[in-house]
């Protein structure tokens, strides 16, 4: 699962940290009307089906992405209950777009589907974002990232804020004609992924300690940023509205997180600092899944993982 728009960093930094050649991959969710939820994210974030798959159980998978880059894996799941806001599971997955033109055509799209709910906008000084939320209640953020000589670092912690940014200023700025036509032409990848959790220390020990991201910010009120290579986040923990939650229960909403490492060394790597803290995991030879300390499956596959690998998960 590659693309032209890659988020670049130095070399890996031993065994108790993660490759600093990671990839977020195709974020995977569980919707009750596939084709309610498909047709959204294919007219409001320009996406297209690559492949879909029907499992003996009666579930339909259905992959959506860019230019054959996977974005999204929707699983169809009727008849769980919806999302609930005050639980652990997803805040929001962020869609990373290489220019200012090809985030603002999108945005657009998104503005101009009935269907969206519009959730605010951000400067964050590392990058440009806009916020949406999906008709079953899955945030949705859209966004650039500025050039990596512009973050400002200071005792390894990047500096990051929430500023307004004007919605119509920013189109009038930065659409063109060319991608207003057709945003989707316009490569993508997922940038991040940021969940709620109950307590953000325990998610520091998980994802910090145990999985080997290294800490961007960690004085935010109530959230933790963690990324691998000196990116601004791959992932972030925040308890704003779910403070105290317990392990999930089934539900529509958040079923995966997918990351990308670059070698079998690394997820045998992974897997030593797994068993080091006594937690249990799934390994196929090509990819490591574990539950976070909410019941959130995290994957890590090896780079070149196939659409059809991506179904059968």
């Known amino acids: 699962m590659t693309s032209p728009l890659t988020v670049p960093g130095p070399s890996a930094v031993g065994d108790q940290h993660l490759s600093a050649d990671l990839a977020m991959d195709a974020v995977t969710l569980r919707v009750g009307d596939l084709e309610l939820m498909s047709s959204y994210y294919e007219n409001a974030f320009a996406l297209t089906p690559i492949e879909e798959k029907a499992r003996t159980s009666g579930e339909i998978h259905r992959v959506l992405g860019r230019g054959g880059v996977p974005f999204v894996r929707l699983v169809a799941t009727p008849g769980l209950p919806a999302v609930d806001p005050g639980q652990a599971g997803l805040f929001h997955t962020a869609f990373l777009f290489e220019d200012q033109a090809s985030l603002a055509g999108t945005v657009l799209r998104a503005a101009e589907d009935p269907r969206s709910r519009f959730a605010g906008t951000g400067d964050h000084l590392v990058s440009e974002a806009f916020y949406f939320t999906d008709p079953e209640g899955n945030g949705i953020e859209l966004y650039w990232d500025r ?40 490569p993508g990848i997922v940038g991040h992924v940021h969940l709620q959790v109950g307590d953000v220390d325990v998610a520091r020990q998980f994802y910090i300690d145990t999985l080997g991201f290294e800490v961007t910010v960690g ?75 909410w019941g959130t499956p995290v994957t890590f596959s090896l780079p070149g993982t196939s659409t059809e690998e991506l179904l059968t998960r």
């Open 219 to 293: 004085n935010h009120p109530g959230a933790l940023f963690a990324a691998a290579g000196g990116y601004h986040h791959h992932v972030a923990m925040n308890t704003w509205n779910s403070r105290g939650a317990g392990p999930r229960a089934a539900g529509l909403g958040l079923a995966d997180v997918a990351i990308s490492l670059p070698a079998r060394e690394d997820l045998d790597a992974l897997t030593g600092r797994l068993r080091m803290a006594g937690l249990s995991f799934a390994d196929d030879g090509r990819s490591v899944s574990v539950k976070d300390p």
């Open 147 to 186: 050039p990596r000589d512009q973050w400002q670092w200071t005792n390894g912690e990047v500096a990051m804020d929430t500023t307004f940014i004007d919605p119509n200023r920013y189109l009038g700025e930065h659409l063109t004609e060319e991608v207003q036509a057709d945003p989707g032409l316009r």
